[in-house]
T-cell receptor, first 118, second 116 residues
Framework: AQTVTQSQPEMSVQEAETVTLSCTYDTSESDYYLFWYKQPPSRQMILVIRQEAYKQQNATENRFSVNFQKAAKSFSLKISDSQLGDAAMYFC???????????????FGSGTRLQVQP | NAGVTQTPKFQVLKTGQSMTLQCAQDMNHEYMSWYRQDPGMGLRLIHYSVGAGITDQGEVPNGYNVSRSTTEDFPLRLLSAAPSQTSVYFC???????????????FGPGTRLTVT
């Protein structure tokens, strides 16, 4: 079974600064997807960025980028130019590329609460 | 499109009561699933469905039933609520096949359930 670990329960960053959230995972599979989800106080789960394991190039979405290290099974999220609206819980998640029985289950980490200081 | 909708947003139950959490999507997605979120933990899969008439268990299925009579709806039933089922429940849907466009999951707004 796959596991996802987020070792930073809370992080804080100054507005306009850069912050990196850590995520490690354990799997024996070679093909999979990795995701970062944002959960603001509204509870809505919002997809921030995704990475296909077969792609060596790190994914980027505007101010959000990842550092994907497949051999090290590491998938960190970098938020540049942090804004007050970035304050939220951030979850790292894993999904098999070829799930058995069509089960597209996401395996989540325990989350990192990000505070943005003005 | 309304996306994935869930009702109710909040619910308080007494131990032993039953209820159904509703989930609907208007995107014609084949795949739907239910997760629960507990403090200090990520979301965990309860049940899922790969299409109408087909359901299967996830990681934490005990105490919950599901059915999928239509593509649009995927209700979650608690037959006899227990305090351990106090949680936030999310419904999600996903299009296509897992190997193509189906890797993105769209989440509903969640239902906060308290069992006393």
């Amino acid at each position: 079974a796959q596991t996802v670990t987020q070792s930073q329960p809370e992080m804080s960053v100054q507005e306009a600064e850069t912050v990196t959230l850590s995520c490690t995972y354990d799997t024996s599979e070679s093909d999979y997807y990795l995701f970062w989800y944002k959960q603001p106080p509204s509870r809505q789960m919002i997809l921030v960025i995704r990475q296909e394991a077969y792609k060596q190039q790190n994914a980027t979405e505007n101010r959000f980028s990842v550092n994907f290290q497949k051999a090290a099974k590491s998938f960190s999220l970098k938020i540049s130019d942090s804004q007050l609206g970035d304050a939220a819980m951030y979850f790292c998640a894993y999904r098999s590329a070829f799930p058995l029985g069509g089960r597209r289950a996401l395996t989540f980490g325990s989350g990192t609460r990000l505070q943005v200081q003005p | 499109n309304a996306g994935v909708t869930q009702t109710p947003k909040f619910q308080v139950l007494k131990t032993g009561q039953s209820m159904t959490l509703q989930c609907a999507q208007d995107m014609n997605h084949e795949y739907m699933s239910w997760y629960r979120q507990d403090p200090g933990m990520g979301l965990r899969l309860i049940h899922y469905s790969v299409g109408a008439g087909i359901t299967d268990q996830g990681e934490v299925p005990n105490g919950y039933n599901v059915s999928r009579s239509t593509t649009e709806d995927f209700p979650l039933r608690l037959l006899s609520a227990a305090p351990s089922q106090t949680s936030v429940y999310f419904c999600a849907s996903s299009p296509g096949t897992p190997q193509t466009s189906g890797y993105e999951q769209y989440f509903g707004p969640g239902t906060r359930l308290t069992v006393t």
